[in-house]
């Protein structure tokens, strides 16, 4: 437990303004609730989260009030990391970083966002990325990843002065923009650290998708780790106001096993658990499916 902590307001990561939107769900939890167990990578979903609002003039759904961010970074420094998917998120990731070919992407430097363990740094050297580094705040996570070979892996969270300008080609932040209390400064410095025309991949939940529509509060992602939620036309609009050019946005699939759906369906516990036994023996069974997640290519301008 960490104690009573005070919220702090957000603001609106496209037009910058405080205040100014709607609610859409009052908040269901208090602030000494919060602890590193609820911030941690994949961890059962429980339907906490803090109010979220939508901005009246981006519609972009975001929560406010929300703890601090030195706060925030302490309770990711503390997360915990549950592995089990990791091998259909890596074959996910994969197949998302391969498009970056098709807009000519160099392999000298790759960074990424909320590395965890690094199984994505090391796909992305299987594809021929020959410096990967990744940041990642959560100690266990790193000290796991050190055991890649070829993986750097900086324990922090991206912050501006941390990398040299002009220092990678591409920039993947995978399921982790979603969670960052100022994307907006956090877009500025991926645009410094790139080189001019190097593109940025960002993979994370879609609110536009099926599936959110469909359960609204009861989503997933409605989640107390989401500072902000996005779709297709919210983060279009983010990172072009950040001076990006968007080459791609759109909805993926993510190859995932059944026993890992089974866990992220909001049932009710004893059905859940029933689901579990009934399809224990092909729960290693796995398949492409749209689990509601988009993905952006964008690029840094030759000129800018
Ligand atoms: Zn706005």
């Not at 890649?148 to 900086?154: F, K, Q, R, S």
Request: with cysteine; proline share 7%.
């Amino acid at each position: 437990m960490t104690g009573r902590v005070p919220l702090v307001p957000t603001r609106c990561a496209i037009c910058g303004s405080e205040g100014k939107a709607d609610e859409v769900y009052a908040a269901n939890v208090e602030p000494d609730m919060l602890d590193d167990a609820v911030f941690s990578a994949r961890r059962p979903p429980d339907g906490i989260h803090f109010r979220m609002v939508r901005c009246r003039t981006c519609g972009l759904l975001r929560s406010d009030p929300i703890v601090p961010a030195e706060h925030l970074a302490r309770l990711y420094a503390g997360s915990h990391f549950d592995e089990s998917e990791v091998p259909n998120l890596r074959r996910t990731y994969g197949r998302v970083l391969t498009e970056l070919d098709q807009y000519g992407a160099r392999k000298d430097a790759l960074l990424e966002l909320g590395s965890g363990t690094g199984f994505f740094l090391a796909e992305a050297r299987a594809n021929g990325y020959r410096r990967t580094v990744g940041v990642e705040p959560s100690l266990e996570a790193a000290a796991r990843a050190d055991r890649i070979a070829g993986v750097e892996t900086v324990r922090d969270v991206m912050r501006d002065g941390l990398f040299t300008p002009d220092s990678f080609d591409v920039v993947c932040i995978f399921q982790t923009l979603d969670h960052l209390p100022d994307p907006a400064s956090v877009l500025d410095e991926c645009r410094r650290v790139l080189r001019p025309g190097g593109l940025v991949l960002a993979f994370n939940h879609d609110t536009a998708a099926p599936s959110a529509r469909l359960l609204g509060e009861r989503s997933p992602i409605v989640d107390v780790e989401h500072t902000y939620l996005y779709d297709p036309r919210t983060m279009r609009r983010l990172f072009e106001s950040r001076g990006y050019e968007v080459c791609a946005v759109g909805s993926v699939r993510n190859l995932i096993s059944l026993r890992y759906l089974i866990h992220l369906v909001p049932l009710p516990g004893p059905l859940k658990a029933l689901a579990r036994t009934l399809l224990e023996p092909i729960g290693g069974l796995r398949l492409w499916v749209p689990l509601g997640n988009l993905r952006l290519i964008a690029r840094r301008p030759e000129g800018a």
